[in-house]
Every structure is written in C-alpha cells, then in structure tokens.
C-alpha cells in the first residue's frame, strides 16, 4: 500500500517549460528596452544556446550574453534582464488543481516529500513562491542529497524517511530520473503528462496522469 508520495516540481507542480520561456523572453525584451541593439528572437536564441551549454542552474546567462556581443560597460543590460527575470518569477502558478489536490493527499494520511533535482535554494524559491511548501514533510534536491535523481538518490531518501520501496511512489514528468531509477529500486512511478518537455520520451511508468487532480484515485490503483 502507498504511503509515501515523492513528487517533482518542474512540469509537475507547475508548467515550468511555459514560464521559463516566458520569464527569458521578457529579460531580452527588457535589455533591448535598455538600449541593447538586437533583434529579440536572435537575442533570444542566442540565449537559450548559452543556456543548453552552461545549464540552467548557472547564475550569469546574461553575463555571459553580452561578452559573445562584446558589450564593453554590460551591467546595465545584464540588471535590467535580471529584474525582468525576477519579476516575472513573482507571477508564477502552480497548475490551478494542484493545491487543492496536495491537501486533499495530506488530509487522507500521505506522506508527501519533493524529489527534485537542482540548486537547493532556486528549488526551495519555487516552492514557496508557488505557494505549496506547506504540504510537504521533507524536500529532497539533488545539490543537498550530493547526487542527482538516480537509484542512489532514492535510496538515500527512503533510507531517510525510514520506507520501503514498495510503500513509495515517484510522481514526474521526466523519464529518465523521474520513472526509471525509482522502477529499478522497486518504487511504483505516474507520469505527468501535463505538456511540459519530456512527455514525448519514453519511459513505461506504473501510471499516467494528464490532469494532477487525478493523482488520489491513481493512487488508490497502486
């Protein structure tokens, strides 16, 4: 029987893929505002390059933005980015069901923990910018835990909230650290498949949910 309720963030809790787009559209928008000359999809595509190099946990997309266009005096276009940036984070919503439904889960005795991967502290402003920290007996994020969503990973975590496997279930978007390595650690797994990046990959998972009002009554099939 399930007792315990691992989920992500990104494009679980909330469509992440649509935000970032959006949060990165509105930092060019604000550099080209500031005086920055540039067409803004080029600008923003040169971004995005940056960022499938350096990783989306790097703190200087933008710094290192205006070195490849040789600006020599940045700051003022790398502040504005940032603000743009933060500001839209400030608009960020959970998908509409999901608080709702996590109170639900606690009410009726789950143990709800977030497995994640990332920097702790950029995990952790999610959470509470989102709105949704409450709900939550523990959160597990791959720079605290020393290691990245593997079988390792969700080895440390059960060993830390003292469960078994079978007693456990992953909730995730992503294949590849979301399904499998919980799978192959004897965990049960549902896949969101709210739209976000990786619903096209494959990765059999127990379950699937197109909707996170449905995770009560998937968890009851487990």
């Not at 992440?16 to 067409?39: C, H, N, P, V």
């Not at 020599?72 to 940032?82: D, G, M």
């Not at 143990?111 to 991967?117: E, F, I, Q, S």
Request: proline share 5%.
């Amino acid at each position: 029987m399930v007792e315990h309720v691992f989920i992500d963030i990104d494009d679980t809790l909330f469509p992440t893929s649509e935000f970032a787009e959006l949060a990165r559209r509105k930092a060019i928008r604000a550099m080209i505002e500031a005086g920055l000359d540039g067409d803004q999809d080029k600008l923003y595509n040169r971004l995005i390059k940056i960022i499938k190099k350096r990783g989306p946990n790097y703190d200087h997309h933008f710094d290192d933005l205006c070195k490849e266009l040789k600006i020599k005096r940045p700051a003022k276009y790398i502040a504005a980015a940032v603000g743009a940036y933060h500001a839209t984070k400030g608009t960020a919503q959970p998908y509409p069901e999901v608080p709702r439904t996590l109170m639900k889960l606690r009410d009726e005795g789950y143990h709800l923990y977030v497995a994640t991967n990332g920097a702790a502290v950029k995990q952790w402003d999610k959470l509470i910018l989102l709105g949704v920290s409450i709900f939550f007996e523990d959160v597990f994020v791959s720079e605290t835990m020393g290691i990245e969503k593997n079988v390792q990973f969700f080895q440390k975590a059960l060993k830390h909230i003292k469960a078994k496997p079978e007693d456990c279930v992953m909730v995730g978007d992503k294949p590849s650290i979301d399904i499998i390595p919980p799978n192959k650690l004897g965990m049960k797994t549902i896949r969101a498949m709210m739209g976000g990046r990786h619903t096209t990959k494959p990765g059999k998972a127990n379950l699937e949910m197109k909707n996170f009002s449905e995770l009560p009554k998937l968890l009851k099939k487990l």
